[in-house]
């Protein structure tokens, strides 16, 4: 009878204990979709696959080609520009007819223009319209206006173009910037991945300790050797030791699962990865190993978003200062009729020469005022908040610096302890089989020792998420599989 009471709870928990790998390797192979390689996966593979597909990157990238095509637009204010303009006279006494052409360029380093022209005309005009006689070819004509004083060294075409070519600069910065958060996180994953797997790996590893002394023990009370509560308290802790490897099955596949938002398919798709696929040892947690550089802040693409918004601001100040100087602009035209002499007479024949100037000044100009200090009050916030972010990142990576540092001697000391649980928990099981130890404290060292081992691997983690955030704060591509 008491054996019966005994074997109870050990039916019971047969389904429990027949879990282990295969149901969960199985319902892992049915939710994962085919890898996009074969063996060990990597960090490498991850940040490579995660900067080529993940979305936010592509995202990013799009706005850097709307920049391309602002500037673009803003490049057009210096196209040629060709127009034709024709009148004839349908009715009344006059029947001229006169057709003109003209071609204006404007100068890409000075607020002015040139231009070339041809009119030709047939037919009478009055004499308030006398300027539209040309000879029986004509009349070919080019010119120029050039800005002396306003506009000389930049004006409001030029500037929009500054503008623009900056804001393509803060596009790619800004893609740059998103693209090393996208790798920062797609690290994460990948380093949880890697610690659930290995975690899940020691419980198992644990729980077949159980699984193999449980056989020993039936046969041990069967002789009469042991006792039969001890078949019971092994049980007890084998069903204890599943539910451990239960847990650590649910963490290996939420971990699985968020990795796939940065580990894709060919077609950006994301794909669960396969347990297969997991690394043998703690090693793959090493792969992020941030370089030394003296110039890590200027590295960052947030302050190099700054530095270029403040070139922006600069672009705008020197057009409110240009605004408030006057104008002088010089111009000439030389101008020649060819062909026959026509109706116009031979005044018409003769090489034609002009110059001419236009000089205004503003007296109140109370609109570039107001911008001048607008845009020198932007230049002042910006630089201040650029010194505030280079601070900031000095003092960041200076605590991550010491972050790692803790980390990898916190790692030094838990090698330490696993390696003495281990091996007092060797002898003890050595102990426990020649009968010289008890069940109670067999069990306890090996769950010691499995402790040792989740904390060693816990404190590898703590390093790799430190030296991730190093190479994010310093904004190290290559380290974060951003080189071209």
Not at 244 to 267: H, I, K, M, T, W
């Amino acid at each position: 009878m008491m054996r019966l009471l005994i074997a109870l709870p050990l039916i019971a928990a047969v389904p429990i204990i027949g879990l282990p790998g295969g149901a969960q390797a199985q319902t892992l192979a049915r939710v994962a979709a085919p890898s996009v390689s074969e063996g060990a996966l990597t960090l490498d593979e991850v940040l490579r696959v995660s900067a080529r597909a993940a979305p936010q990157i592509v995202e990013a990238l799009a706005r850097e080609r709307a920049a391309e095509g602002r500037a673009l637009s803003a490049a057009g204010a210096f196209d040629t520009v060709f127009e034709v303009d024709g009148r004839s006279r349908a009715l009344g006494y006059y029947d001229g007819t006169v057709v003109a052409g003209r071609a204006t360029r404007p100068l890409t380093g000075n607020g002015g223009y040139v231009y070339g022209g041809y009119r030709v005309s047939r037919g009478d005009f009055p004499i308030y319209e006398d300027e539209n006689y040309t000879n029986r070819l004509g009349e070919v004509k080019v010119g120029a206006l050039y800005s002396l004083l306003r506009d000389r060294l930049v004006d409001e075409r030029r500037t929009r173009q500054t503008v623009a070519a900056a804001d393509i600069d803060i596009a790619r910065f800004e893609r740059e910037s998103v693209a090393i958060g996208v790798q920062r996180r797609a690290i994460d994953a990948y380093q949880n991945w890697v610690v659930a797997g290995l975690r899940l790996a020691a419980y198992r590893d644990l729980l077949n300790l159980s699984e193999s002394r449980r056989g020993a023990i039936a046969r041990q009370v069967e002789l009469g050797a042991r006792p039969e509560i001890l078949l019971a308290e092994n049980d007890q802790n084998l069903v204890r030791r599943r539910a451990l490897v239960v847990r650590a099955e649910g963490d290996f596949e939420a971990a699985a699962n968020a990795l796939s938002l940065y580990y894709r398919n060919s077609a950006g798709e994301p794909v669960l990865v396969e347990a297969d696929r997991l690394p043998a040892d703690a090693t793959a947690l090493t792969g992020v190993v941030a370089a030394a550089v003296a110039d890590f802040a200027q590295r960052r693409p947030d302050l190099q978003v700054l530095l270029a918004k403040i070139d922006q601001g600069s672009a705008k100040l020197a057009l409110a200062r240009n605004d408030l100087r006057p104008r002088l602009d010089l111009r000439g035209e030389v101008g020649k009729d060819v062909g026959d002499e026509g109706l116009g007479g031979r005044s018409r024949t003769p090489l034609e020469a002009a110059v001419g100037f236009r000089f205004s000044i503003p007296l109140q100009n109370r609109a570039a005022r107001g911008r001048l200090a607008e845009a020198q009050a932007e230049i002042d916030a910006l630089q201040a908040r650029s010194r505030f972010l280079r601070d900031q990142i000095a003092t960041e990576v200076e605590g991550i610096t010491i972050n790692v540092g803790a980390a990898e001697r916190l790692a030094t000391i838990a090698e330490q302890e696993r390696m003495l649980a281990e091996r007092l928990a060797n002898a003890e099981r050595r102990r426990f089989e020649l009968g010289s130890s008890d069940f109670f404290l067999v069990n306890q060292r090996e769950e010691t020792a499995n402790d040792a081992r989740v904390r060693l691997i816990d404190a590898q983690a703590r390093i790799a998420t430190a030296r991730a955030e190093l190479a994010a704060a310093t904004a190290d591509r290559g380290a974060l599989g951003l080189e071209p």
